[in-house]
């Protein structure tokens, strides 16, 4: 079952064990195209998610931990509520405060 709490990560956290984990943004394209992204994530906008996607996190979380991020984690905290009900996500955080948060930190992005 989905902890909000547990399956939450900073933006600190994530930076320095960044290989540790896949990345997956769920931002729109011309999101990522205004404002970048953390270098080396999968792109997959949320208005594009569907059962492929659920393929997609059953894969990368089968040995790999998962962190999935918006703007500012208001979608991501959603769609991994929403996860919780179909799949295991005991594999999958949440970004706390987004790309926003990470960007803002420092961060090394790619525009």
């Known amino acids: 079952m989905y902890n909000k709490q547990n399956m939450r990560i900073t933006a600190s956290d994530l930076n320095k064990n960044i290989?540790?984990?896949?990345?997956?943004?769920?931002?729109?394209?011309?999101?990522?195209?205004?404002?970048?992204?953390?270098?080396?994530?999968?792109?997959?906008?949320?208005?594009?998610?569907?059962?492929?996607?659920?393929?997609l996190l059953k894969k990368q979380t089968a040995e790999n931990f998962v962190v999935i991020y918006c703007h500012s984690s208001n979608r991501s905290s959603k769609l991994l509520i929403e996860l919780d009900k179909i799949t295991d996500t005991s594999k999958i955080y949440d970004l706390i405060g987004g790309y926003s948060i990470y960007k803002g930190s420092g961060y090394i992005t790619d525009k």
Do not use: C, Q, V, W
């Open 19 to 55: 290989d540790k984990y896949i990345l997956i943004d769920i931002r729109e394209k011309y999101e990522r195209e205004a404002d970048g992204h953390i270098p080396n994530d999968i792109h997959y906008p949320m208005s594009t998610i569907g059962d492929d996607f659920i393929e």
